[in-house]
Structures are given as C-alpha cells and as structure tokens.
Nanobody, 123 residues
Framework: QVQLVESGGGLVQAGDSLRLSCAAS????????MGWFRQAPGKEREFVAA????????FYANSVKGRFTISRDNAKNTVDLQMNSLKPEDTAVYFC????????????????WGQGTQVTVSS
C-alpha cells in the first residue's frame, strides 16, 4: 500500500507559477512510476505529466509541455510538479498517482491516488 498526499495548490493569476508536491509513504516509493493528472469540473481526468521510477524519463501532455516540469526525490519520497506560465485552462483538481507500470499516460494503469489539490488560475 502507498499513501499519497498532495500539497501546494492555490489561487493564482494567469502567468504565475505554482509548485505542487506529493509526499508518499508506505511501500518502497522508488519502485513506482509517478504521475500527475488533473480533472476540471464536468471533464474527465486527464494526464498531465509522469516520471519513471528512476527519474530517468519524463512525459508530458502537449498542453503543458514547456511550461510544467515533473521531478522526484526517491530519498525524500516526494514527486513535484513545477507549473510555470499558468493559464486559466490549467484550473483543475490535480492528483498524484503511483503505479507499477510502463504505460504512464493512462490513469487506469496507476494503483494509488492522492486526494487531490485544487489549482485555480484567474485571467
């Protein structure tokens, strides 16, 4: 079992930055791929970014590529999402997820989820 707790969400203006953090506890964190997903009101949960267990490879949705950066620290059991140049369309609840999977963009492949943190970007 892996427990995930997100933090760092908030209300910002367009163009601002936020850094989300996900703290993991339980089973060996370093063995899991980690992903960030988001869900806006009335929309399905969508992939944002993911990182392999070693941190050697990262993946991004086209909508955030060049603006968001995912990173992990296996010694601290954390995974972060640095979000720059935020846009109103980035407004959503952001979820951290952990999975023993190589299919990093599919929410169904992740085994554990956090409770989510709200990010609101005003125009």
């Amino acid at each position: 079992q892996v427990q995930l707790v997100e933090s760092g969400g908030g209300l910002v203006q367009a163009g601002d930055s936020l850094r989300l953090s996900c703290a993991a506890s339980g089973r060996t964190f370093s063995g899991y791929a980690m992903g960030w997903f988001r869900q806006a009101p009335g929309k399905e949960r969508e992939f944002v970014a993911a990182i392999t267990w070693s941190g050697g490879s990262t993946f991004y949705a086209n909508s955030v590529k060049g603006r968001f950066t995912i990173s992990r620290d296996n010694a601290k059991n954390t995974v972060d999402l640095q979000m720059n140049s935020l846009k109103p369309e980035d407004t959503a609840v952001y979820f951290c997820a952990a999975g023993l999977t190589w299919v990093l963009t599919a929410a169904s492949r992740y085994d554990y989820w956090g409770q989510g943190t709200q990010v609101t970007v005003s125009s």
